[in-house]
């Protein structure tokens, strides 16, 4: 670390040590299979286990997870679900990622999934997810002693490598194995291709029994342990896994839909209780949304977890929905401050990989006047909500229930009882998560303090509408284009935001309202626009989002085995995914899918805490 960073034209930053570890990766495969996998005794360790955890000290070039990934994928009794925890302080590119895969044509479709997502990979925690969420990498870009303290889960493997110690001791000393042993459970085993006396001395202090085994020509030997420490460690114990069994998720909207799905990939039986006569029939059917990171010039905590969001939400809209008609990432032009452009420019950002000031191309086809301040995003686009929705429900494990009005929640026989409002049971599981909104409130007395948020949305079919962008453009409100409707292609603009108003009665001052927000947007496309709000042809869209004081989400459990994901205001397209799985995640005791810091901004436990 500390060592100046060259950013690649894929977001990645270029390591300065790249061609030692690309000379490393000749006989890759072998070392990983001969090393890691026997030396962690796997597959047969993890025969017919719910999940198995296995953590890395150093990425490199991802030999070590393809490997993994190609044994769990051919092997019939492999784990439900399969984690790969990882740190790396100098990513590759992407294009270095499939070049050393190359020698092993057995490799080199995962490693082309695997550089698909392998972009934006700030300094931070990224979840990639492929196997339909079933293999889940966890890469931590940063210092392999943050990486450590960043992840509370207890790994099955661990796979120490890295650069050799005699370059890069940081990697090897006592106190980063110290960070690896508080992430064993006794049992749990250790490998590397390292014999050196210093490190066997110093995982021996850390609590593993030591063994060189017979290592891969040209070595002799290499290394394998199992934690077995003969103190009781200090500190509190990690996590059990839970067993999965039932759960009853209150609210089908974007939150309840995603953290049903999240529970269902883990095993659970999950029933989604709605008191509306179809899924999505809230907030979360709106027709269109719009999907972009963020942007502060400081990197602020909202641009960090918005991040995350992006891509969670943008991996499940690649697995299930169909491109083109459920949703597009067609990139998108955010218009903002010259002020802000000044600050910007002055700051070396670490979003430069995701966002970036707009070229006058961009500028010229959003029909704007150059020098005109905006930011270009590329991991951006539009979703239909109601679609991921309807994708996630219709999920292995789970079922949905609609005009169910659950009323209370009460613990009854070890589990949680759901009644409506003449107490009739609903349902009974042994989890409940509350993702209905501002209902939520009410089940839990009030101690969440939800706000309504009013909202319209305008909208009508383009076929009078020539010469509109190719893409979005936002910042005060947005305008979606070329979105296919069963009315043809149409676009959306909009939206209002009124706090404390539950009314879903269409408004002609909201028409009004949103056609001015384009003039200050877009007014080339304002002009094309207007006629048909004069006319009357634009249809309207209104719902009641719901938001926290402070605008982030709450997700936490209230009470042993009961959880709330709700407040996701207008960024539930950003925050559902993200939120079920940091709930699976808790859940279970898995790596967490984004930095302790940014996981607590999300907890409900900060409502709480007092003031700072």
Same mark, same amino acid.
Not at 392 to 408: A, F, I, K
Not at 452 to 460: D, E, L, T
């Given at each position: ?65 393809? $490997? ?33 895969? %190359? ?46 303290? %960043? ?49 066997? *001395? ?113 991996? %499940? ?56 301040? $905006? ?176 605008? *982030? ?60």
């Amino acid at each position: 670390m500390g060592e100046p960073v060259e950013w690649l034209a894929d977001g990645t930053p270029r390591s300065p040590r790249f061609d030692d570890i690309y000379r490393s990766a000749s006989g890759g495969l072998e070392q990983a299979r001969h090393v890691f996998l026997r030396g962690c005794a796997l597959p047969a360790a993890w025969a017919d286990r719910p999940d198995w955890r296995v953590l890395e000290t150093g990425f490199g070039l991802g030999l070590n997870f393809l $490997a993994t990934w190609d044994t769990w994928r051919g092997d019939p009794r492999r784990p439900r679900l399969l984690h790969f925890a990882s740190i790396e302080a100098w990513p590759v590119s992407a294009e270095d990622l499939i070049r050393s895969a %190359q020698p092993f044509p057995r490799l080199m479709p995962l490693a082309e999934q695997l550089a698909a997502q392998w972009f934006g990979l700030t300094p931070g925690t990224h979840r990639l997810a492929f196997e339909g969420a079933r293999v889940l990498l966890t890469l931590f870009i940063g210092d392999v002693a943050d990486g450590l303290r %960043q992840q509370p889960f207890a790994a099955d493997s661990v796979f120490l490598d890295g650069f050799n110690p005699a370059r890069n001791g940081a990697m090897w000393e006592l106190q980063v194995l110290k960070g690896v042993a508080r992430h064993c459970r006794r049992g749990t085993r250790a490998a590397t291709w390292s014999v050196a006396g210093d490190l066997r *001395r110093a995982l021996a202090q850390c609590g593993f029994a030591v063994e060189k085994a017979e290592g891969l020509p040209p070595k002799r030997e290499c290394l394998a342990a199992t934690y077995a420490p003969t103190w009781e460690p200090k500190g509190a114990p990690l996590a059990a896994a839970r067993t999965p069994g039932t759960c009853a998720v209150v609210g089908s909207g974007l939150a309840g839909a995603a953290a049903a799905a999240s529970l269902a990939r883990r095993g659970w039986d999950v029933v989604v209780l709605d008191i509306a006569n179809a899924p999505a029939a809230g907030a979360s059917g709106l027709p269109v949304g719009l999907l972009a990171p963020n942007h502060s010039p400081d990197d602020n905590l909202l641009s960090r977890l918005s991040r995350c969001g992006v891509r969670a939400t943008f991996q %499940q809209a690649r697995t299930l929905l169909h491109e083109g008609q459920d949703w597009e990432l067609t990139g998108t032009l955010e218009r903002h401050s010259p002020e802000e452009a000044r600050v910007a420019a002055e700051a070396a950002s670490p979003q430069a990989p995701w966002t970036r000031n707009a070229d006058p191309d961009a500028i010229a086809a959003a029909g704007l006047p150059q020098g005109t301040a $905006a930011y270009w995003h590329e991991q951006a686009g539009w979703i239909k909500p109601a679609s991921l929705v309807h994708a996630w429900l219709q999920q292995p494990g789970v079922t949905w229930r609609g005009h169910s009005d659950v009323h209370t929640v009460v613990r009854a026989d070890g589990q949680w009882q759901l009644r409506d409002g003449s107490g009739t049971e609903l349902a009974r599981a042994d989890v409940v998560v509350l993702a209905c909104a501002l209902a939520a409130d009410t089940l839990v007395d009030g101690k969440l303090g939800l706000q309504a948020v009013r909202g319209q949305v305008s909208w009508a079919r383009e076929e009078a509408c020539a010469g509109l962008p190719a893409f979005p453009v936002h910042g005060d409100g947005h305008v979606i284009p070329h979105v296919p409707t069963d009315r043809g292609s149409s676009w959306f603009c909009g939206s209002t935001f009124d706090r404390g108003d539950t009314d879903l009665a269409v408004r002609g001052a909201d028409h009004r309202a949103n056609l001015e927000r384009v003039r200050r947007l877009l007014p080339d496309a304002a002009i094309r626009l207007a006629p048909q709000f004069e006319q009357g042809e634009v249809d309207a869209w209104t719902g009641v989002r719901c938001a926290a004081i402070d605008r *982030r989400p709450l997700l936490g459990e209230i009470e042993p085995g009961l959880w709330v994901s709700t407040a996701m205001g207008s960024r539930g397209l950003t925050f559902a995914a993200l939120c079920a799985e940091l709930l699976a995640a808790r859940l279970h005791g898995e790596p967490l899918p984004l930095e302790r810091r940014l996981a607590g901004a999300l907890d409900v436990a900060r409502l709480r805490r007092p003031p700072a």
